[in-house]
């Protein structure tokens, strides 16, 4: 053991890994997105989803889904949907709100 700390081995299994709920502190702003846009009625607020129009390839994500990356990206002043998906993927606040959806 030498003098410096060290980081723990890559390949150790963990027995019970962190759920992303234990990851994502309780101050996070996206524990606030989360718990407004659950709050809100999607059809009072008139969007509209085209799901008869859907016939093929795999189903649309939810509207509350896409409107909490977008709540997201805007308070971290992320206007771009490329880097928007860009920072999902690599964040865990990212996966926090998406509930570990792929968005590609």
Request: charged residues 25%.
């Given at each position: 053991m030498g003098i410096y700390k060290e980081g723990l081995d890559r390949n150790q299994q963990?027995?019970?890994?962190?759920?992303l709920d234990e990851l994502v502190d309780e101050n996070n702003i996206a524990r606030a997105i989360?718990?407004?846009?659950e709050v809100l009625n999607i059809s009072e607020?008139?969007?509209k989803?085209?799901?008869s129009l859907i016939t093929d390839g795999q189903p649309a994500f939810h509207p509350k889904l896409l409107l909490k990356i977008y709540i997201?990206?805007?308070l971290n002043k992320i206007r771009s949907?490329?880097?928007?998906?860009?920072?999902i993927k690599r964040?865990?606040?990212?996966n926090f709100l998406l509930k570990q959806n792929r968005i590609c």
């Open positions: 963990l027995l019970f890994p962190p759920s989360e718990e407004y846009v607020l008139n969007i989803t085209k799901k997201y990206g805007y949907s490329r880097k928007l998906e860009a920072e964040n865990i606040t990212g």
